[in-house]
């Protein structure tokens, strides 16, 4: 099993990136599927999720209004796009997934590898 992030890089702040997880290895069409990050120095924190039928989605308050999660299911991905990026968005995302949810509290099952994202001021 294997989830795999792409689409991190640099950006100014005020512009957007979009991060996508493609998952193989069995099928996570009942899992919740989303998003962590790491700053250097700092803990991992929960981002966004979106349920495993997609009708339920969860955000960090400091990302609200800002970032959007999204999956196809057929396709076992989740993406996250990310507008009006901040410095203080600077971090390593990594996608993970859970079944049936995935939420702030969440231990999730699966971890995939994280990609970069530096937001430049």
């Known amino acids: 099993v294997q989830l795999q992030a792409s689409g991190g890089g640099l950006v100014q702040a005020g512009g957007s990136l979009r991060v996508s997880c493609a998952a193989s290895g069995r099928t996570f069409s009942n899992f919740g599927m989303g998003w962590f990050r790491q700053a250097p120095g700092k803990d991992r924190e929960f981002v966004a999720s979106?349920?495993?039928?997609?009708?339920?989605?969860y955000y960090a308050d400091s990302v609200k209004g800002r970032f959007t999660v999204s999956r196809d299911r057929a396709k076992n991905t989740v993406s996250l796009q990310m507008n009006s990026l901040k410095p203080e968005d600077t971090a390593v995302y990594y996608c993970?997934?859970?079944?049936?949810?995935?939420?702030?509290?969440?231990?999730?099952?699966?971890w995939g590898q994280g990609t970069q994202v530096t937001v430049s001021s």
């Open positions: 979106i349920s495993f039928s997609s009708d339920k989605t």
């Open positions: 993970a997934a859970r079944f049936l949810v995935l939420t702030s509290t969440s231990v999730p099952d699966y």
